[in-house]
């Protein structure tokens, strides 16, 4: 079965310092991978997609993510983190129904 | 003007009720879906629905029953409410079922007493 697993429940960055949220995924066939943001008590918001081609993808708001086959990765960064980034991050992928399914989510901090 | 909104936005009831909670889109979109997250932040796909059909349906309690009247419409109905039904609901819109992106209604957060 398709899944994606984000092993840190919470990740701390100082504001204008790089930041990492990772994820892996386990699945069969060609992945197709995302990320998704949720502020406080609000809906998921789509950042970005990987189908097939760069391995670096960019997305909304600064964010982008690196695609690694050999290591399963599909890790999320931005160079420079904001206070303002501070939320849920939720990594995806898609079975083969077209299901979203998510990982257990990583919750950004960012100290000013 | 809000793509995907649902109400009501909170919701506080008594066990053994009956509630529903409404979602609408004003994207255009033909699919909508039903997610839940629970208290973990977990979240897990319910139902969806493709032109007003239902395409995916998880293994949910058979209290619970999606109606979507037309494609910008996707209703929840819960019977017989239960404490384990406390959660946030989101709904989300999607261009077709196989669109990469989809868009989350700002969530409906039930608790049952």
């Known amino acids: 079965a398709q899944s994606v697993a984000q092993p840190e429940d919470q990740v701390n960055v100082a504001e204008g310092n790089p930041l990492t949220v990772k994820c892996t995924y386990s699945?069969?066939?060609?992945?197709?991978l995302f990320w998704y943001v949720q502020y406080p008590n609000r809906g998921l918001q789509f950042l970005l997609k990987?189908?097939?081609?760069?391995?670096l993808v960019k997305g909304s708001y600064g964010f982008e993510a690196e695609f690694n086959k050999s290591q399963t990765s599909f890790h999320l960064k931005k160079p420079s983190a904001l206070v303002s980034d501070s939320a849920l991050y939720f990594c995806?992928?898609?079975?083969?129904?077209?299901?979203?399914?998510f990982g257990t989510g990583t919750r950004l901090q960012v100290f000013p | 003007d809000t793509a995907v909104s649902q109400t009501p936005k909170y919701l506080v009831t008594q066990m053994g009720n009956d509630k529903s909670i409404k979602c609408e889109q004003n994207?255009?979109?033909?699919?909508m879906y039903w997610y839940k997250q629970d208290s973990k932040k977990f979240l897990k796909i319910m139902f969806s629905?493709?032109?007003?059909?239902?395409?995916i349906n998880e293994t949910v309690p058979n209290r619970f029953s999606p109606k979507s009247p037309d494609k910008a419409h996707l209703n929840l109905h819960i019977n017989s409410l239960e404490l384990g039904d406390s959660a946030v609901y989101f709904c989300?819109?999607?261009?077709?079922?196989?669109?990469?992106?989809?868009?989350f209604g700002p969530g409906t957060r039930l608790t049952v007493t």
């Open positions: 989300a819109s999607s261009q077709a079922p196989d669109s990469y992106e989809q868009y």
């Open positions: 995806a992928t898609k079975d083969n129904t077209d299901k979203l399914i």
């Open positions: 990987y189908i097939t081609g760069d391995n």
């Open positions: 629905y493709n032109n007003k059909e239902l395409i």
């Open positions: 994207l255009g979109h033909d699919t």
């Open positions: 699945v069969s066939g060609n992945p197709y």
